[in-house]
């Protein structure tokens, strides 16, 4: 199993949808996680970190299930703006970050 | 407050050159690393940084060297450039464990 696996996509979306990203990570003792964008050519920016108790953000939620080991992005009322490469990250030890692969979004009219 | 600044953001070698990639960064962070990203593969870490005098190997170290003699700067040397190491190099740093990184810009390397 990967450390990180996550759907390629691409997931296309209408403008107003409601879009869910799942990545599944093989290390149990992960403590934190985060989403990051990246947008085509450009570098990954945070979006949220995902905390146990779950994490939202405006239109962004963030949850962890550990039992199951993975976590998940649901992002609501999806904008063309939105469209971009989602990565999850799994950090390790010295802060050490394992990358997924990335989920594609294309949000469209 | 610039953030991860990188340089240069374009560059092409020829196999056997050598040369190194700049990044500093102006946040006071201790932690930095470099990761290479290639197309189907996700960004691979190639080193990275816990504080100055400190580095140690990521995922995909060979062919290349860093050192971290401050806080602001981490630059990564590419010994002798094969066409293996075509890709996008990133340089990220974060205050501390458990944080969020920041990435500079990148830099877009071709070797021929």
């Known amino acids: 199993r990967k450390e990180v696996e996550q759907d390629p996509g691409p997931f296309n979306v209408p403008e107003g949808a409601t879009v869910a990203f799942n990545c599944t990570y093989s290390?149990?003792?992960?403590?934190?996680f985060f989403w990051y964008r990246q947008d085509c050519r450009k570098e990954p920016k945070l979006l949220m970190s995902?905390?146990?108790s779950g994490n939202e953000d405006g239109r962004f939620t963030a949850q962890l299930n550990r039992a199951s080991q993975y976590i998940s992005l649901l992002i609501r009322d999806s904008k063309l703006s939105d469209s971009a490469t989602y990565l999850c990250?799994?950090?390790?030890?010295?802060?050490?970050?394992?990358f997924g692969t990335g989920t594609r979004l294309q949000v469209t009219l | 407050n610039a953030g991860v600044t990188q340089t240069p953001k374009f560059q092409v070698l020829k196999t056997g050159q050598s040369m190194t990639l700049q990044c500093a960064q102006d946040?006071?962070?201790?932690?930095m690393s470099w990761y290479r990203q290639d197309p189907g593969m996700g960004l691979r870490l190639i080193h990275y940084?816990?504080?100055?005098?400190?580095?140690d190997q990521g995922e995909v170290p060979n062919g290349y060297n860093v050192s971290r003699s401050t806080t602001e700067d981490f630059p990564l040397r590419l010994l002798s450039a094969a066409p293996s190491q075509t890709s996008v190099y990133f340089c990220?740093?974060?205050?501390?464990?458990?944080?969020?990184?920041?990435f500079g810009s990148g830099t877009r390397l071709t070797v021929v």
């Open positions: 990220a740093s974060s205050y501390s464990n458990g944080d969020g990184y920041t």
């Open positions: 290390n149990s003792a992960s403590q934190s």
């Open positions: 995902v905390y146990s």
């Open positions: 990250v799994v950090p390790g030890t010295a802060s050490k970050l394992t």
């Open positions: 946040m006071n962070h201790e932690y």
């Open positions: 940084s816990v504080g100055a005098g400190i580095t």
